[in-house]
């Protein structure tokens, strides 16, 4: 989705706008403009060798640039620079700025632009744009073609190897290992949000290592391991209470192997029982939510990482 300070970027740089983004030609180098929640971001397509490289990183990891720029986040590899700029207001005045000072750097810095493919380096005498997800770039026709053959092959490597139910199974494993601290924590009455964090985090490893690679389901996959392990954690979490209230001999009718049968009849029998586990089950969920975002929107990108596409640039009709 591009806003509306994007789209007026667009227009004063000349660029097109066409599957939510914004890209074209800024000072001879094919950029992509985009933005999602609390971002917006810089791609630009570049041939970028070694010493490009140091001279670029020294200056963008410089405190003063990231604080006057708004930059969160920058990536910088052989065929392109990426920059992320944290969005409030204000932010678009800081883009303007950066686009006008980082650009005759990058120049300057030895940066080759839209003149040369950014798969072989070498001049183009006529070139394609392509979309490489969802990012412009120039190419020859052939390296684009070989891109293509090349992300073809690896998306079936990847449907070969990948074994989504081991994968399920381990990431199961790991919520549940990451439920049982949760559960202790919640059994004596803490705050167990950031706990989430750990469940994710062991769903994610469980999932790799038993075989899952990362693909569209693999978000759906985590989550509701994420999920079921919330629920297994409240549960354990009130196992573990009766247990302490049993062996400090507050409940003296029941014994440590009936603990099981008291849950059960709590849920058959008593309603504010239930209603008390579906409401700290919402909140568990609420909670783990917060605490595994990154960890899931880190999957999200590797997702995308591994399993890459490229298109034909968008057509007016």
């Known amino acids: ?28 180098y094919m950029t992509t403009l985009s933005e999602g929640i609390g971002y917006k971001d810089i791609y630009i397509s570049a041939c970028i060798y070694d010493e490009t490289k140091d001279i670029i990183e020294k200056s963008l990891s410089e405190t003063e640039t990231k604080k006057k720029y708004r930059i969160t986040e ?58 490489i997800n969802n990012k412009a770039v120039l190419l020859h026709e052939y390296c684009a073609e070989k891109i293509a053959e090349g992300i073809k092959e690896q998306i079936k490597n990847n449907n070969e190897k990948s074994n989504l139910l081991k994968g399920f199974l381990g990431s199961l494993l790991g919520g549940v290992i990451g ?21 994710g985090f062991l769903a994610q490893k469980g999932y790799y290592l038993f075989g899952g690679k990362s693909k569209k ?36 009718e029941f014994a440590i192997k009936d603990i099981p049968y008291i849950i059960y009849s709590l849920f058959i029998s008593d309603k504010s029982y239930v209603a008390d586990f579906i409401q700290n089950v919402l909140y568990g969920l ?8 990154q960890i899931l929107k880190k999957v999200s990108k ?3 990482e591994e399993n890459p596409n490229i298109k034909d640039e968008p057509q007016d009709i």
């Open 217 to 252: 389901a693999t978000i759906a996959i985590l989550s509701a391991a994420i999920i079921i392990a919330v629920i297994f954690a409240q549960i354990l979490g009130d196992c573990v209470t009766l247990g302490r209230y049993i062996i400090n001999g507050e409940i003296t």
């Open 74 to 131: 920058y990536q910088i590899t052989d065929k392109s620079v990426y920059i992320k700029f944290f969005d409030n207001p204000g932010t678009m005045k800081c883009i303007k700025e950066f686009v006008e000072w980082f650009y005759p750097f990058l120049k300057q810095a030895g940066a080759l632009g839209k003149s040369y493919c950014t798969e072989c380096k070498q001049t183009l005498n006529k070139s394609v744009c392509k979309f």
């Open 302 to 304: 590797r997702v995308t």
């Open 286 to 293: 609420v909670f783990a939510a917060l605490g595994a975002y």
């Open 1 to 28: 989705m591009i806003g509306t300070g994007y789209r007026k970027l667009a227009e004063e740089l000349s660029l097109s706008i066409k599957n939510n983004v914004a890209y074209g030609i800024i000072q001879d």
């Open 179 to 199: 439920a049982i601290p949760w559960a202790i924590v919640y059994s004596f009455g803490w705050f167990v949000g950031w706990l989430g964090l750990l469940i």
